[in-house]
C-alpha cells in the first residue's frame, strides 16, 4: 500500500553505515491481491557494498527501489537499514541520506554547475562540484562545452547518457551513504556506458567515494565489476553472485548475458 510516512515523525540515526536488509519481503498492489510482484524476498547488501539487480522486465527491480525509498510499504516482512527498521525511520531524513538517479534525470533550464548543485542542503564550492561531476566520470566533456560548469542545459545540447552523468553528479554531490542507479545504464550510448563501468568500478575501489551502491540495470556488461549481482525472476532472487560465479551457474543471469552478448555480435 502507499506509504503514509509523512503523517508521524521518526527515528533519525546519528551515521548511516548503508547496511541494508530485506527479509521475507512481499509486496502486492491492493487492487491486484492474489498477483504479487515481490515474493518472499531475501537479501542482505552489505555496507559499502556495490551490487547490482538484475532481471527482466516485469521482475521486480524498480518496486525494490520504490519500496526502499519507502514510496510503497511492502505488504509483509521487513527492510532494515543499519538494522533498523525501515517504516520506523524518519524519511525526509531518510531521504536525505539515499541518492537517487533514475531511468529519465531532469535536467533544469540553468547552468551546469547549478544543475549538479540543486537538492544539495550544505554550502558547496566549485572544487566540490568539480569533484562530483570527476566521480561521475563528467568533468572531461563539461570542460569542453564552450562556457564549462556556466553553460546552460537545453534539450539539444546533451546525450543522453551526458544527462546521466550530470545527473549521478548531483546525486553524489549529496554524498548520501546510499546511492541508488535505477536502469541508468539501459539507454547509455557505448561511450557513456563505458563511463558507468568505470563509476562502478571506482565506487568500489575508492576510499573516499566509498558508499553502498545498488544499481538497476537491463545492460548487463555495465555491471560486471560489481560486488554481487542478484537476479530477479517473477518477483524472487533465483540467483546471486558475482559475474564469474553466475556465468559458471549457467542459469538465469548467464542465458540474459549471452542472449546481449549475441545481440552485440
Not at 531524513?93 to 542542503?121: A, T
Not at 542478484?230 to 551457474?249: A, F, P, Q
Amino acid at each position: 500500500m502507499p506509504s503514509d510516512q509523512f503523517l508521524s515523525k521518526g527515528v533519525k540515526l546519528q551515521k548511516v553505515m548503508g547496511h541494508i536488509q530485506f527479509v521475507n519481503v512481499t509486496f502486492h498492489y491492493p487492487s491486484r491481491l492474489t498477483v504479487p510482484i515481490l515474493e518472499h524476498v531475501n537479501f542482505s547488501v552489505k555496507a559499502n557494498e556495490v551490487v547490482a539487480i538484475v532481471g527482466i522486465s516485469g521482475s521486480g527491480k524498480s518496486t525494490l527501489v520504490n519500496l526502499l525509498l519507502r514510496l510503497y510499504e511492502p505488504s509483509n516482512g521487513q527492510i532494515y537499514i543499519d538494522g533498523f527498521p525501515l517504516r520506523e525511520l524518519d524519511i525526509r531524513w531518510l531521504r536525505e541520506k539515499v541518492g537517487f538517479v533514475g531511468q529519465e534525470p531532469h535536467l533544469f533550464h540553468m547552468d551546469i554547475k547549478s544543475n549538479i548543485r540543486y537538492g544539495c542542503s550544505r554550502h558547496t564550492e566549485q572544487k566540490d562540484i568539480e569533484w562530483a561531476a570527476k566521480q561521475a566520470y563528467a568533468h572531461e566533456f563539461i570542460s569542453s562545452l564552450p562556457d564549462g560548469y556556466e553553460t546552460v542545459v537545453d534539450d539539444n545540447l546533451l546525450s543522453g547518457g551526458q544527462k546521466q552523468q550530470i545527473a549521478i553528479a548531483r546525486a553524489i554531490l549529496r554524498d548520501p551513504a546510499i546511492l541508488i542507479l535505477d536502469e541508468a545504464t539501459s539507454a547509455l550510448d557505448s561511450e557513456s556506458e563505458h563511463y558507468v563501468k568505470a563509476i562502478i568500478r571506482a565506487m568500489g575501489n575508492d576510499v573516499k567515494a566509498k558508499r553502498t551502491v545498488l544499481v538497476i540495470a537491463h545492460r548487463l556488461s555495465t555491471i560486471k565489476a560489481a560486488d554481487r549481482i542478484i537476479v530477479l525472476d517473477s518477483g524472487r532472487v533465483v540467483e546471486m553472485g558475482d559475474n564469474t560465479e553466475l556465468l559458471l551457474k549457467d542459469g538465469l543471469y548467464a542465458h540474459l548475458f549471452k542472449i546481449q552478448t549475441d545481440a552485440l555480435a
